[in-house]
C-alpha cells in the first residue's frame, strides 16, 4: 500500500512498487488531466509537483511517491497555476490541447522558483515537446503571468 | 449528450439516394445537406441537421469534424450563428453524428488533378464529380485543410434557413410581414413596434414550417463573427485537465489492452510463448489479432510489462532485409527506367532543354516522416448482444463506424461511435487501425470494454509515414539566362494507392496519384515549357497524409529549384519569383507581402540571412520569409514571417496560431525529422531519436493575413510547405551550401 497526499487529500494504493506514478493517477486514481505521451520521461507531457517541483510522473515508481505531496493540473489551490491558467485562456495557448498539462505544471514549477523568469530561464525550463507548436504562446503567457516585480 | 443517428436520418438519406440525386454529377448544394433533424434533448427542437434551440434559447450547433487543435469547434458555429444571428453567449457546441449531410465534400477537392485558377469544363466536371462522389460516399472526414471550405456553405445556409423560419414564425404571430422584422442577439425584433421574440419562443413553431428556398446571405459588411478572434470553445477545458481525448476515456468495468505489432511490416506471427506474462498480476488475456500479440490487463501499465515478457518470433518475410539505402536505390532506379506519368506539360520541353545554352540539373531528396501526435494511437471499444460501442479519437468518423462493423459483422446501424478530443491528428488519425484492432480484441472479451493503448514506440514504428520521395530536376536556360524549359521527375508512393489498400484489399490500384505530385505540377512560374511527371514506387513501408500531404516535399524541391535558378541566373530570390509571376496576382502580393515585413534586402546582423519561399496549397498561397543564422553546425532559425491568402478569414486568432503550428511541424522536420529502415523495420523509436523543435529553438513567428473576399481557403495545412525551403534558401545565402536533402546536414562546421 503506498499513500500519498494528491491535490490535498490522503490516497493510497494497493499496486506493485514500480507502478510508475502516472499510471497510478490515471488508471487506479481515475485523474486523467495528466497525459501519457512518451514513457521515458522525453515528452513532459506527464509533468506532476512532488512536494512542489516538476517531476515527469511516467519514470517516476509510485514508491517514491509515498508521504510526498503530489499536485496535477487538476489541483484548484495553487495561486501560480491559476494565474497561468487564467494566462492560457487569455493567450489562447492551446492548439490539441493534450501537452498543456504537462506544460502548465512546468510553468508553475518554473514561476514558483523563479518569479521574474527571463527567456532564457524559460528556454532552459519549459523543455515539454508540443506536436501543435504553441511555444510562442507558452512563452508569451508566461511572462504575462509573472508576478510583478 | 448522446451522439446517436436518428433513423429518421439515415431513411432520409437512404430515400433521397435511391429518389435519383445519384443521378447525374452536380456537386451536391448547400441545400441538399441541410438536413432535417437532430437528437434532441428534452425540449430542445432541431430547425435542421445543423442547430437546434432550447426553450431558453440556449442554440445548439452540430459540428462533424473531429477538433484537434485547429479550432473547428469555434470556426464552424460561428459560420452558423453569423448568419442564425444568435448571441454568441448563448452557443454550445456538439459533435454531430454520421451521416450523409456531413460528409466533407470539399476535401475530395484535393484530389483533382488541375491547377487552381483552371476553369476549363473538364476541370469543373471533375471538381463536382468529386464532390458528389464523397456525398455518396459519406465521407465524413476531418483532413485537407478542408473543414471551413466545406462548411462555408452548407453551414451559413442552415443558420439563415433556421433564422428565416424562426422570422416567419415571429411576423405570423404579430400579423406583420416578415421584411418588417430583423434579428438581433437572439432575438426576432418588429422594426415599427419594438416587440421582440427569443428564438425560444420561436422554435417549436419554425420547426412545423416547411425550410424556405432562395434564403440569402449576410454581406461580409455585415459579419459581426465571421473575421473576429473569438476565443476558442475548446480551450477553457484544455487547461485544467477537464478535457477528454481518447486516451482519456473511462468506461465501467473497462480493461486495458497492449499490443506488440510485427517490427517488419507485414510479418505473420510464427509463434507466442506467453506462459511468464499470464502468471503476472493483472493479466486478464493474452491473445492474438491480425496485426499482433496483445494482452489484457486490469490496468494498462500491468497489460504492458506482461507484453515484455511474451516471446514472440515471427516468420521471415521478403523484407526482413530491406534499409533506406536500398529504398533510395529502388526509387533512383525507377526513375531511370521510367519515364513517369505526365501531371503538368505545356510546350515543348525536351527541345527546349535540346537547344539550351545551358541545362541546370539538381536531385533532392526527403525522407519518410512519422507523425509523432502527442496522444499515442488508442481507441475504446465494447462488443455486446449484437451492437458495437466505440470511443476514438478519430479524423475519420464514417470509416471508424464501417470498420467496427465489418469486424463485428454487425450492420452499421448497430454501431455507436463517440469521438472525443483528438491528441493531435497530423493526419495520422485519418486511419482506422486502431479502430480495427479495439474491436477484435473486445469481440475476445465476452462483453467488456476495453481501451487499447500503443506505447510511443508502437506509435513511432507502426505508422503510416510521410513517403520518402526524390525529385530530379532539369531547367533549360537560353542565351539570355532565361528559363525556356523546367522539368521535374518526382519518385513516392502513391499514398491513395496504399490507403484504399489498407481499406479495400482488392480496390487498390497503383494508379497516378495527385497527392504525391501535388505542388509540383501546379507551379505559379511563368517557364516557357513544363514538363512534370511522376514515378510511384511501391515498397512495404505504409504510406499515408502527413500534414500538407505531397506539398511537404513538393514545396522544398520546387522552392529550392526555383532559388538555385535565380542564383544562377544571378538574381535576387524575391525579385526573380516575382518576375515569373505575372499572371498570378494574389501569388505575388503574398510574396510581397512576406518579403516587406520581413524587411527583404535590408541589412542583416553579420552570420544572418533570410531565404525566401512561396507555395500554394489547400486553396491558399502562403509565402515565407525564414531569418537563419549557424553555429556548431546547427542551423537556428531566429524568425519567420509569414503571409498567406485564405480567403475570407473566419477566425483571424486560429489563423495565426495554425501558421506558428504549421511552422513547428515543418521545421521538426526540416531540422530533424527522418524515420529511416533497416533489416525490414522502423530505426527510430521514441522522440530523442526522432526529436521534435522545443520552445528555446522556436523561432518568432510573425503571421500577415491578406485582406480577401474570396471563398475561403485552408489553414491547417498550407503553413507548413513553405518552411522548410525558406530555412534552406537561407542556409544557401548565408553558406552558399545548397541543402538537397533533408532533415538538414551542414557538410562542415560553420
Redesign the interface.
Known sequence: MHTFKLNGQAVSVDVEDDMPLLWVLRDELGHTGTKFGCGIAACGACTVHMDGAAVRSCVMPVVAAAGKDIRTIENKDDPILARLQAAWVAHQVPQCGYCQSGMLMAATALLRSNPQPTDADIDAAMTNICRCGTYQRVRAAIHSAKVPA | MKAVVSRRQFLITGAALSGGLLVGCGKPTAADRLGEGLPVDAGEVALNGWVKIAPDGTVTVAVPRSE????VLTALPMLLVEELGARWEDVRVEQAPVARIYANVAMLLNVVPFTSDDDSMLARVARASVQRLGYVLSLQVTGGSASVRDAWEPMRLAGATARAMLVQVAATRWGVAPANCRVEAGQVIHGQTGAKLGFGELVKDAAALSPPADVPFKDLAQYKLIGKPI??T????????????G??V?VKDMV?AAIAQPPVFGAQIASVDDAAARQR?GVIKVLQIPQGVVVVAD????AKQALAEVKISYATTAHDKVSSADIARQFKAELAANKGFAYGSKGDAEGALKQATKVIEATYWAPFLAH?????INCVAQVQAGKVEVWCATQSPSLAKWKAAQVADVDMDQVTLHVP??????GRRLEIDMVEQAVAIALQLDGKPVKL?W??EEDMQHDVYRPAALSEFRAAVDAKGRVTAWTNRVAAPSITYDSVRRLLPLAAANTPDKNQIEGAFDIPYAFDSIDVRQVRPETHVPVGSWRSVGHSYNAFFTESFVDELAHAAGQDPHAYRRSLLGAHPRHQAVLDLAASKAGWGKPLPKGRARGIALHESFGSICAQVAEVSVADGQVKVHRVVCAIDCGVVVNP?TVE?QM??????GL?AALFGEITVANGRVEQS???SYD?????Q?P??ETHIVPSTAAPGGVGEPGTPPIAPAVTNAVYALTKQRIRSLPIRLEHAQ
Open positions: 484537434m487543435g485547429q479550432g476565443a476558442r475548446d480551450i477553457p477545458a484544455k487547461v485544467n485537465g477537464a478535457a477528454v481525448f486516451v482519456d473511462r486495458y498480476r490496468s494498462w501499465w500491468r509523432s501526435a502527442m496522444e499515442p478530443y483528438l491528441g493531435g491528428g497530423f493503448l506505447t510511443r486568432d496560431a506558428q503550428g504549421s511552422i513547428v511541424y521538426s521514441n522522440f530523442p521534435a523543435l522545443h520552445l528555446a522556436m518568432v513567428v
